[in-house]
């Protein structure tokens, strides 16, 4: 699976110029700390010790990732949740989609076969999902989500099992910028990453919001 990443990497990007700017001044300020130094100038030190302190950490955070954002349509959701709960047992499929100024938007489904498949659990088949994996590499796309549906009903009955939570750790540590969301029979969805730091922008009118990841759709079906 990083392999596959690897590959879509691409060329590194170029410079960004206020890291440029901040580590030129990074430079001079040690030198500075350095002339300060020999001169034993206390005070001059403690300056120019405070200054590159300052510009260390503006720099540690220009280079943090920013969190992942997503949108995705209310519309798409419903889609889901219609394939998700068409019959009684839990369904499971990768969904992609185009990226656009860092906003991740899924809104293709991507399925594949499931080694088993019951009312209370789904497990994919391993060599089917890696082609559909390898599929999405070939045609330049990654995999931004993962969708599947849990057997009860209400906001909580959509919490991550401890299955849902290392899936989801084991794409993210492969390099894959994919949110996961859990469907419940009456039409709520909750998003989850191993950390919360992410923002889901749910497109479309009547989506009830349930705090920062979570959502009940519109018209779900006769569930509701
Ligand atoms: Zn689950």
Redesign the pocket.
């Known amino acids: 699976m990083t392999a596959i990443v690897r590959a879509t990497a691409g060329a590194a990007p170029p410079p960004h110029p206020l890291r440029q700017h901040l580590e030129h001044r990074q430079q001079r300020l040690l030198d500075r700390l350095g002339r300060a130094a020999r001169l034993r100038a206390r005070s001059a030190m403690s300056r120019a010790h405070r200054d590159l302190c300052e510009v260390t950490e503006c720099l540690r955070l220009l280079e943090a990732p920013a969190p992942p954002r997503y949108a995705v349509s209310a519309l798409f959701l419903v889609e889901c949740f219609h394939e998700l709960t068409k019959d009684e047992d839990e369904q499971l499929f990768f969904v992609t989609g185009p990226e656009s100024g860092g906003v991740l938007v899924p809104c293709v489904r991507v399925a594949f076969a499931h080694e088993h498949r019951s009312a209370v659990g789904v497990t994919g088949d391993t060599a089917d999902s890696h082609r559909a994996l390898i599929n999405l590499e070939v045609a330049g796309h990654r995999l931004l989500a993962h969708c599947?549906s849990?057997p009860s009903q209400g906001l909580s009955s959509t919490t991550?099992?401890g299955?849902?939570q290392g899936f989801q750790r084991r794409l993210e540590g492969a390099g894959y910028p994919a949110v996961g969301a859990?469907f419940s029979r009456d039409g709520f969805v909750r998003f989850f990453r191993s950390n919360a730091d992410f923002t889901v922008e749910v497109f479309g009118a009547g989506v009830e919001r349930h705090g920062p990841h979570a959502v009940r759709l519109p018209f779900a079906g006769a569930a509701r």
Request: net charge negative.
């Open positions: 599947h849990h991550p099992s299955t849902d859990i």
